[in-house]
């Protein structure tokens, strides 16, 4: 199936109305989130890495493929504002993939799951022709489930985003030019695009300070930002001499910083938007807990798009695409981005 | 990884320690479960199929590989007498496929979902160069969640199936020799292996009538009867003369019909084990609800193995493996099965 195709699927499968009442979040945001109880709100998300599309076994070890497959879930219900609480893992396996290889896989997951108490609760093995294919759901807890939603974002909000913004796509640069540098440029930017760290205490605090939108930066800043313009009707306008790119980012090429930063992907971070009072909160709990929270920008009343204020105090639309450096077919609960997944 | 070394792998994989208290059911049965609060159990089970070795597409339609993607998956909720309440679905997609034959294999997990109320809550779809790899997750509740576990046969206990076993090996049987085939026996045959249609009335009736052991039938009767009596720690003793095998399996191959009911697999009917007094119970209510229960042998003190009785009252050693017309490399909620997968 082709890109172009995917926005039409999405919406042909979504379900035009629920049966259960107690979906609070259905497809379209980070992770779904069902109400078990009043009071106990479960959040369910799903997602999926191939061999040679989201990982190459000729950088990345068994444990850093492992780890990135439990990150991005988790990401995801950091991006919900909610703790992570269980893992289970589904993997096809091509004969070529080695036992020793596999459990790796597994002990990678295993170390970041235990960082957060997760544990592993089941899955599934199954033998494939193709290339390995790694399946991750993850479930967790929200105390407050409408309180970082896309659709959050309201006119006068300020922007911020968490740590660094372009260093995963630098890292993937650099890995596809020389996967041997040892430089202590080229290990950062190797670390940050092959062991994302979710942002599950950053997104424990804006969800406990209020009313915020809120997403992972999976696909890439503008991407984000444009999904949560969309989903709230707002305007973004953000300023580039604001944004937060790494000395590394810039050390890697200068000339591409802005594009990873905006159109790279895979960070991780949180991206969202609170009232000035909120973020105000926001920042002084980040800043004792040693938490990079940045603001970058403000969202206005107006059309539901994105704007980058240059340098140059010159004002250009973000579009959503940008370049897509890997090959994903999308996603089911992102549905509003083309590109997107959840 | 060759299927030898499976064993062994999910043992290094499975956790030594749980970090949560609230796992009331781990990796090694059909599915996971969880207390979110003081009777509020949820399930969590996860399968996938790979195209070419679980399904193929020259005889089954993209509905049916829907329908039976999302069906062994609550078969998994059944067998711990649960309720299937959500799904997840994460697709890896080769470009050959297209934008329609996907939106049917949504569709065809919707159809069944909708039987049970069960929504669907996103997932994710990625491109992939090798075959279709289809994972569904499915969550759901559970009352009683210590009325199922596959460790719960006792000497004494009555050994139970629902439904007929074979059908479905008899049915990949003949699609293999001719899936054009229109006679009433095959039609009947195939609809049991493409379309099965997982038990969760039937394992609420038998969750709700007291202490069983239970297990669905996906590797066949004699492996999850292994199951059930390692797990258990009991003898199993079956009778030929008992066993609910249809009359269209017969009619297919009578020579093979037996080989099928036991090692055939595929079937997702649940067999398991109760007391005379709790099976009478389960008996009345299956009865009542128009479900075929099938008393088919008894559980004894002894080694954990299973016999079966033959027609001569010639007592065989059933062992696990038999053949299994799958290949499947294993499975991590099954962990007890080197065939097994949840």
């Known amino acids: 199936m082709a890109l172009h195709d995917e926005f039409s699927f999405i919406k042909d499968i979504t379900p035009s109305s629920l049966h259960q009442a107690d979906v ?11 109400q078990v109880q009043e009071g106990q709100q479960q959040i369910l998300c799903m997602d999926t890495m191939v061999e040679d599309i989201h990982f190459k076994r000729s950088y990345s070890s068994a444990e850093e493929i492992g780890h990135k497959a439990l990150a991005v879930n988790i990401s995801d219900v950091a991006a919900m504002g909610g703790i992570p609480k269980y893992y289970a893992v589904s993997i096809a396996i091509p004969a070529h993939w080695s036992p020793g290889e596999l459990t790796a896989i597994y002990q990678g997951m295993k170390q970041l799951g235990d960082t957060y108490q ?9 033998s494939t022709q193709g290339k390995l294919v790694i399946t991750v759901t993850v479930t967790g807890e929200t105390q407050r489930p409408d309180n970082c939603l896309r659709s ?18 630098a890292g993937l640069h650099l890995l596809t030019e020389n996967p041997d540098n040892l430089s202590a440029t080229s290990q950062y930017l190797f670390q940050r695009h092959k062991m994302p760290v979710p942002q599950v205490e950053a997104g424990t605090i804006i969800s406990a300070s209020g009313r915020a939108s809120l997403n992972d ?33 810039f050390e890697a090429d200068n000339r591409q910083a802005l ?23 926001i920042e002084k709990e980040c800043k004792k807990a040693g938490i990079l929270i ?49």
């Open 24 to 34: 609070l979040v259905g497809i379209g945001d980070d992770a779904a989130v069902y």
């Open 118 to 126: 997760m544990d592993l609760l089941g899955g599934d093995t199954v």
């Open 152 to 169: 959050n974002a309201k006119e006068g909000d300020i922007v911020f985003v968490t740590g660094y913004v372009g260093d995963s796509a």
């Open 217 to 249: 930066i999976s696909d890439g800043l503008a991407s984000e930002l444009n999904e949560i313009a969309e989903a709230s009707n707002v305007t973004i306008m953000i300023d580039e001499t604001m944004l937060p790119i790494s000395k590394e980012a």
């Open 259 to 281: 594009t990873w930063a905006l159109y790279g992907g895979e960070d991780f971070e949180l991206v969202g938007t609170a009232s000035p009072e909120t973020f105000a909160v």
């Open 294 to 342: 940045t603001r970058i920008g403000e969202a206005h009343q107006g059309e539901a798009k994105v704007f980058l204020e240059d340098l140059h105090s010159e004002v250009r639309l973000l579009a959503k695409g940008g370049y897509n450096h890997f090959q994903k077919a999308g996603g089911i609960n992102g549905v509003e981005s083309e590109n997107g997944k959840s």
